[in-house]
């Protein structure tokens, strides 16, 4: 395994955000070069994404399962692959990828059933693999230096949190010619639930990643806002975690006014943390004694485990690809210390299939409460 | 009636807060003259205020009855008097001046019963006397003006609402020697509610006046997270209204960094109002072709309901004080005009005895809800 | 002389601005009540204002210096004067009331010239007099903490100074009907300066009560950009101070997008703080450690000097009237001391005819610096 | 010409902030692939750079100059060099690349005389060659915004522009250890100035390139702040641009509390924008009936010219590296073009050589007016 590696990509083909704000992000520290890839179901597509990225015709595929099995098959073949395939695939390509012995990074959410992401784990285990699941917006520096705030009793015990991730791209009834609106609204390619699962797990994870809480059970009320949608597009949800605090997460798609509000506020007893993702260079700290700090990336305030990522001086502002890019970054070096025989799992510094899992069971769980009349339900 | 009026107080003695700022609220237009006082259930304090504020010492009462029966003899009785007794006594003293014929003005929330505000409307009606809740926020020329945007199509139909009253004074267990947060912790003092009756109940009307929108049922999460706190400090509501939209309601005590954050996002079909107590010289305006507009007080922007309560240029800032004077204002304008034989009920722009009501009404909707277990309960 | 004094105005005639302004924050705190006025050249609009603000008649004057003679001769005649006429007519009025030995109150800029700015100082001294020169923006509480935080060496020497005062409403070249604009571009009712006169002094003023520094050179350049304008209406002004620090000051009326912008930025050897009139609520703080804090009226942070102006806790907002009440609750304890013989100079916190002197010191130096070509003129 | 370029670098060796940043930001794209260098006047650390970046050992050179021969010389040769050396070596650097016929990117400033800049002006057009010049942030979406914004006549005819450009890390008199910092406050690296020439110049530039107006004259004021240092840390310019239109330019390195500061605030005859560096995802356009817009890249208000550098939706933010990006996509572009003969000079959306020169010149007009006592000078 050379110093920079060799990955492979199933999705991402011509006009697809995801797979191309994936690709920028791995360029972006040069850590791994793309080798490989079945870019799309139409085998046209992927020989023309293919040729636009300079990928030998004889490692693009047809098909995902015969690109697991060729790429494991050869010498110089793939050290990971990157899946970003819509979610109802997710699981298939990944199962054929760990069969295969190769280490996976997968787009949330996992998977669409508990059932399906438990055997994911079974299968990485049973392999020794590594596997990302690329919730990106814990891969801001402000995002981890929270983690590090927190972790360090800044604001002391957590008590309540409020998450919030609105937006407003789907507030009109007529969404015709917006592919992606398209898609999200149908049950047929969503699965059963839109803003919630795609928004959702995003604020349960990031609270986790930043406070280390789990969510024990929920209360959702789960609305269809926008006249004949059929999936949620506006939902709250009530949380209470391990600890004993509570939380309230919502999530839209018809506020508008919003971009992508991720906006997450940790208050503890000492004192309280804010943190906008659309802002990601700051952090807001209030204490009890009425001071409020403004604290910004790059400057003293932040801890060594989240400073490290940093590629940029305070003022340069760094963004999505950065915080999608640390992700990789620290993908990337366990997975070339495990090739090395030096790594150990404190090297973890990304999300992996537990993370994974713990989104689809909130996603079932809130599910659940809904059909139930907004009631308590465990997670 | 001459065109300055005559009021009296009852509460508002010395170091009282509150009773003093509604004092210099009415000294701001000059629209009315404190002339009698019963400041205190201590007479002495009585005498000192009312010597501080030069009044007569034969329009100073050793109790709220005597001042009603006195003062409705008087030849020059006062106009109306203005209540601001802790909560347990608004339902008597606004019962003596109404029995006697005399105009109210009462602090929120308005009774401790539905049975009580329900008397107090029956009274108020009874004998022909105008009513006013000073609930602060709805007197702000940016909430008046959010009003008449709305009511004037600007956002289309409301669908949902985002409501939330942070504030971080009662964080910390020991509050010895905060008078205001020991009877505010207190049952025996406060009732069966902390931060949702004091709190809540400003979310819920500050958004019935800006959308008129009333609330038809709501579902509670009461948290008494402080250690040995026995009232709640920090809910959150989820509500849902006459017209079928939703609402979320938070309040808090205990969130750091907040001072007093009432804060109302209004989403509509066709474009989002956002609101901040705390900078109330603006609105924010997004609409669905992704513009989002910062509307200052006093610029072309402010519709002419709203405009006419300015007193001072945009960027020359008004705050609370204004606020609370433009409720006043309204209401002594319809006191003078029922004097003078020329009112009519379309002239009231201020929060009535049927806002008292409501409040109420939903303080104990939301006991419900928690009691029995976080479900819908109608109001 | 009681606890509540008497005071007189000169100006503030029906639809006039600052009268009404003045008046109001006066009446915010109680501490005097007006009766007598002069309120127009126009006899039938001061009794017209006087009815309307319940003045005896007897105390309604034809012009200033009948007011002056005759409230001097009364038993109990007016404590102070408040002088808010046009700046062309406040050396004779303020003459007028020195010499009959009455306290005055004058509205900035002081004078037309030095020399008569000077004069007015010598009669003050003459007669024991207390002089209030109504810079209104030194009157807000975060000002006044600032002045504190800077005493107390919180960020070290002041090195440079960046002010502006931007604002938007004469951007267009046509201002017909709008009374206050057809004033200020006309030279024969404004003088030889309108931006820089009008808005340069609030900066310098306001910069000086801050950090305590005097103004020592100037380098000015004075435009008149919108077409036809005869005056000034975007000017800069290069400082520096009698410490060595620079500073550069930005007055602007064509500035689209800024309704009232003074906004004071200090950077000191180990700090720098940001206040911005328009939200004075707030100072920011910033330290070499790369800390940045957002300080609120109200909270821990605040020193006592500031402090004790406070009418309401923090995060309900006081806003003009409450800075501008500040000036005149000083000015009047001062008064009420020196009546009781318990004043002494210490104790005045308020803008006296030094500042005043100041201001047209600045607005000379910089008419001449402009005249030579921009460059450096002394104090 | 292949489709993806192969590029080298001049500078840029190990823990060189700015090569490696011009490296990352290259590589979003994947536009061309570093495949020769000369990273340091050091072989062994070119040696050692290229080993980590993967380059060909026989494509790393002792000196620019072999490296310009020999890359000339290869088939499979360099299409463009990248130099990113200390500003002193800009000029041989270049001419070394132009004179073997190779396209060149060279970071700001150009030259450290005027003299230099037109002789390699000369040289590219002799040659037919291209130059970037890599002012990074004319490259923002919003920047390349709100020149198209000011082309269409949105704010009308620019009046005035408000330029500053603070910074604070130079703050402290003490700066061993900093090598950055060290190098900087050093006239015998840096020159006749430093915070002008770093900073100033990229005002100059933006404002340049955002209005299209070029700077007639200068008067300015440079400040050497900080205890014995030997360069300006502090200066202002007052500018006048060839349409009349006046400006005020601030740069600083010792206000504390600004990291990388750049804001640009461009007041019209009809509108005015504002612009902030550290979040370049918003424009604030004010217009003159009062309304404030903020606008979001990525959504509707945005003009293809602008819209077409953008890689991700709204919300999801970008920063420097996308700006820097920006450039030299347009660049490259332009390149592959010209190799393929469909060039034409309207394809150019980058700062070119002729940038590179106006800055060069505008510092030395500052320089002069600074040393003749602040005066006005012709540029």
């Known amino acids: 395994m050379s110093k920079v590696l060799k990955y492979g990509m199933v999705g991402g083909g011509p006009g697809a955000l995801i797979g191309d704000a994936h690709r920028r992000s791995i360029n972006l520290d040069g850590k791994a070069q793309l080798v490989a890839g079945c870019f799309s179901r139409t085998y046209e597509k992927t020989l023309q994404m293919g040729k636009e990225l300079g990928?030998?015709?004889?490692?693009?595929?047809?098909?995902?399962?015969?690109?697991?099995?060729?790429e494991a098959e050869r010498e110089d073949g793939i050290d990971f692959v990157c899946i970003?395939?819509?979610?109802?695939?997710?699981?298939?390509?990944?199962?054929?990828?760990?069969?295969?012995?190769i280490h996976v990074s997968c787009d949330k959410p996992l998977t669409t059933t508990l059932e399906d992401a438990?055997?994911?784990?079974?299968l990485a285990k049973e392999k020794d693999l590594l596997f990302l699941v690329t919730y990106t917006y814990s891969g801001h520096v402000t995002a981890k230096?929270?983690?590090?705030m927190i972790a360090a009793g800044e604001i002391g015990e957590v008590r309540t949190v409020m998450g919030e991730y609105p937006q407003g791209w789907l507030a009109e009834e007529d969404v015709t010619g917006n592919k992606q609106a398209e898609w999200r609204i149908d049950p047929n390619l969503s699965?059963?639930?839109n803003s919630l699962g795609d928004l959702g797990t995003h604020i349960e994870n990031t609270v986790y990643q930043m406070t280390g809480l789990k969510v024990k059970r929920v209360l959702s009320k789960m609305e269809k806002i926008v006249p004949n949608r059929k999936l949620d597009d506006n939902s709250v949800v009530l949380v209470e975690y391990d600890n004993g605090a509570s939380g309230v997460y919502w999530t839209s798609q018809i506020a508008i006014g919003h971009d992508n509000g991720l906006r997450i506020r940790i208050y503890g007893s000492k004192g309280a943390i804010s943190w906008f993702q659309e802002e990601p260079e700051k952090i807001f700290l209030s204490k009890l004694d009425g001071s409020n700090l403004e604290i910004h990336r790059g400057h003293g305030c932040i801890y060594e485990k989240a400073a490290r990522y940093q590629r940029l001086p305070s003022g340069h502002s760094e963004g999505w690809f950065e915080a999608m890019s640390n992700l990789y970054s620290s993908f990337i070096d366990c997975l070339v210390a495990k090739a090395e025989g030096t790594f150990d799992e404190s090297m973890i510094d990304y999300p992996t299939i537990v993370d994974g899992i713990d989104g689809v069971k909130f996603i079932e769980a809130c599910l659940a409460?809904?059909?139930?009349?907004?009631?308590?339900?465990?997670?």
């Open 55 to 70: 990928i030998d015709e004889d490692r693009l595929y047809e098909n995902f399962e015969e690109m697991a099995r060729k």
């Open 84 to 101: 970003v395939t819509p979610n109802n695939s997710h699981y298939d390509a990944c199962k054929a990828f760990l069969e295969a012995g």
């Open 118 to 122: 438990l055997e994911l784990e079974r």
């Open 145 to 148: 230096n929270i983690r590090e």
């Open 191 to 193: 699965g059963k639930t």
């Open 369 to 379: 409460s809904q059909e139930k009349g907004n009631v308590w339900v465990d997670m």
